[in-house]
């Protein structure tokens, strides 16, 4: 049912009326994310400046019933932030301000709507580090960072978004706020609301301020790229430097289909005759980094690799990580259609599930490239596609399935860092099982009873 | 109401007979946990040795609404596994076996039994670290570690318990069994209930496995002490330690009268003319500990410290570090009741609160030995006391009250590792505020709804 005048001028009324659109050519670029072959056109779209307003929009469509889907910069790749039809679409790009940077307790305080790239900048501005790289940092909101936990290529040593994380603010769907966490480096106090919040794919509440914890900057960083005749050897390289005790802050792989794509996108000059390159960063003191930098390189060595790069300075380093960073913004230029998939198994299977994609890719005759975080077990199989192709889209749906089987087989996940959404939902219940799934739908209940916040997320 | 024979004969049909305890003497080392003035007699203390036998215990509890409180070692100091009158008290210490230790994926699978140190020393053993240290570690088992949520001595640098749980089998009230978590680095595959049961004080289900997270050795260390004329001044090199951005792995003080309660105890050859003692160490690279330690040196220094004392060897080392791990046996032997305390605060604040607590005792005649984490602003001020003297008792009370005011107006907690319980229950709702108390009743009807979990323990 399509919003009502008096509601619209209800919402104008609490925010502005510059601040609600309502015209459906200012509603289209609400009315998808970043998730291939996902639209849907909401009601409005409303952009708060405080959390009062926040808390007055919510209270109003809870009062009503009326479903809101809050988002930032929309560069999620799960459909968690494509509007439901005729909802509220509540976006927070407006609250963009770093409140505060403690630099005696190592906090940044900051709004929803701060870009991820500002908050890494502001920390390393301070001689600090905001260690969560996500692929989409210079464009994602920190508020949908901690709303999907967030991941990024230094997980492996630096966990992810949750791992950094230490208060929020939060309205409830009936407008109360909560302020959960605090700026202590240990708190026990109730259970940790603050960690149900975060991941929860803005279906719990809406996060309106977010606590975030620094570290010292390292002192130094070295940046290395192997290739490999084969995609084992470079498996095995991985395990060999894990099994040396060495845990990079970086260790990320492409393989023949991403690395040719990125060669014919930027140019970087990478060694084309290979099925696998690794991207591996060391970073902390730097004797450390001398060190295990060697040992790193020894290791790729004894594994056979074909070629090994180290980048003698800053430029030549961001030049070998644009590698990776661009593997899906080059994989996006060859199909019309690109879809991202997520699937993660412990380090230690990665291989196997390497191989298995590949097997997939055969037996449906679909173009698929994949890269991703090889210390995590984070594979991002990518499909290159065309949405209008039926056929070759039921292809992918048929091989999305038994890749998320075999990843369940194998001890792993259906989503590494991207979120359910709408785009792994079918996958969850089998994932999760019955007793898991009854207990999501209890919390969602016990928190949003009237179903409002971003209904038909994640899970029904 | 006491359990009926019939119940009893259930249980010893479920769980073997000699795994029923029913007899008064035999129950009496179950009335009690680590925590001062708390007693109260089970109506039967059950010890399982499976999933299963948990899962049927917990079903018969649920279906005839029997209080269950689960305990292991029973080491905690907040009251919550002190059992409710005629309980029944599920013991978990016969689940005592390390099933897996995975060097791959660098994870550890326990029963939740199984003593903290163990698995320590199983990581050590296989040339890995499990960090989290909680001062009860040679008699605690991680099952309790986990419910929880346990810090120790070294949180300001590896975090406490949560950061190093990856999964966990859980066992809810109504006797269904759910497996939390795998053993990816990366999973955002639905809310992250396995954090919602850290520190949830076996309000929510039974943790019956555990999977921990293990990360390589640190190679080397350095472990020092220094003494301060003031407070003051140890809180300034504390200040001055994190300027430089250095984040020791631990960074530990006592007050005089911890000092010298611990000298008398275990002759150590502390210093005694002094206001405040630092126990700093550094680990990781031999160089960084290097640097790291010439670092520290020098800020205690540049802070008037009056004497500075480095371990030659480990022995050494040990030696210092046992004057913290002794503090509360020490402080625990001058007087017949010792009340341990939890407040924590901002690392910044830390140095007011150590001055507000001195204050609180002058003010209520009260002996006061203060200990803690100075780098996580963890603090234990111990009331030197006795039970029996009601007038005192009386103004302990009111002392505690001033104190968690004072910490939570300086933006801290009322517990930063030792659970809310019966001992900080009465001070959750003022800190909480009433939605987020509102949230946890919510949260804890939806999983037990039946109460039957630790009933009266965190909130009623």
Redesign the interface.
């Known amino acids: 049912m399509a919003l009502s005048n008096l509601i619209l001028a209800e919402l104008r009324r609490l925010v502005g009326h510059e601040n609600v659109l309502t015209e459906p050519e200012d509603l289209i670029p609400y009315s998808f994310d970043g998730t291939a072959a996902l639209q849907q056109m909401p009601g409005c779209v409303v952009f708060s400046r405080t959390t009062e307003q926040v808390a007055a929009v919510l209270k109003l469509a809870n009062e009503k019933k009326l479903s809101v889907v809050t988002r930032g910069s929309g560069t999620g790749l799960s459909g968690g932030s494509v509007p439901n039809r005729d909802c509220i679409v509540l976006c927070t790009v407006k609250m963009d301000k770093i409140l505060e940077l ?5 906090t940044l305080l900051a709004e929803p709507g701060v870009i991820t790239l500002n908050i890494a900048e502001a920390a390393t501005a301070a ?2 580090f905001y260690p969560p790289d996500p692929g989409s940092m210079k464009i994602s909101t920190i508020g949908g960072n901690v709303a ?2 967030s ?1 990024g290529l230094r ?2 040593k630096y966990g ?1 978004t ?2 950094y994380v230490m208060g929020m603010e939060v309205v ?1 769907p009936d407008g ?5 966490g ?12 603050k ?2 919040f ?3 794919e803005g279906t ?1 509440g809406v996060i309106t301020k977010v606590l975030l914890r620094l ?3 390292p002192a130094a960083k070295k940046t290395m790229v192997a290739t490999f005749a084969q995609m084992d050897h470079a498996a095995e390289a991985v ?1 060999a430097i ?2 040396a ?3 990079p802050c970086t260790l990320e792989f492409l393989d023949r289909m991403t690395i040719h794509c990125v060669e014919d996108y930027a140019k970087i000059g990478l060694p084309l005759d290979c099925e696998a390159l690794l991207l591996m960063e060391t970073d ?2 730097s ?2 980094v001398a ?1 295990e930098a060697a040992q790193m390189e020894q290791c790729c060595r004894n594994c056979g690799c074909l070629e090994l790069r180290v980048a003698r300075d800053d430029e030549e380093a961001n030049k070998l990580t644009s590698a990776r960073r661009s593997a899906f913004s080059a994989l996006a230029r060859v199909a019309p259609t690109t879809i991202l998939e997520d699937a ?5 299977e990665l291989a196997r599930m390497i191989r298995f994609v590949e097997t997939i890719a055969k037996k449906y005759q679909l173009r698929i490239g994949t890269f991703g ?1 090889m ?4 594979l991002h199989p990518t499909f290159l596609t065309d949405e209008r192709n039926r056929d070759e889209m039921h292809r992918v749906e048929e091989a999305f399935k038994e890749i998320f089987a075999e990843a369940i087989r194998l ?10 959404g709408l785009a ?1 939902k079918s996958f ?1 219940p089998e ?3 019955g ?2 799934m009854r ?2 739908r ?2 969602r ?3 949003d009873p009237n179903r409002i916040l971003n209904p038909g997320k ?2 029904d």
């Open positions: 403690d630099r005696a307790n190592l001689g600090l999907e936990n991941g997980g492996l992810v949750r791992n409830l109360e706020i909560m302020w959960l605090n700026k202590c480096v240990k708190d026990v106090a109730g259970y940790s609301l960690d149900l975060i991941g929860s719990l570290i010292p900057k395990s894990i099994a005790k060495i845990i902390g003191h004797a450390v060190e993660t198994v412990p380090r230690s975080h210390g995590d077990g984070n001890g792993g996940t259906i989503t590494g860092e991207h979120g359910v792994k969850l994932f999760l099982g007793t898991q207990v999501l209890e919390l209940k016990a928190l994640m899970f």
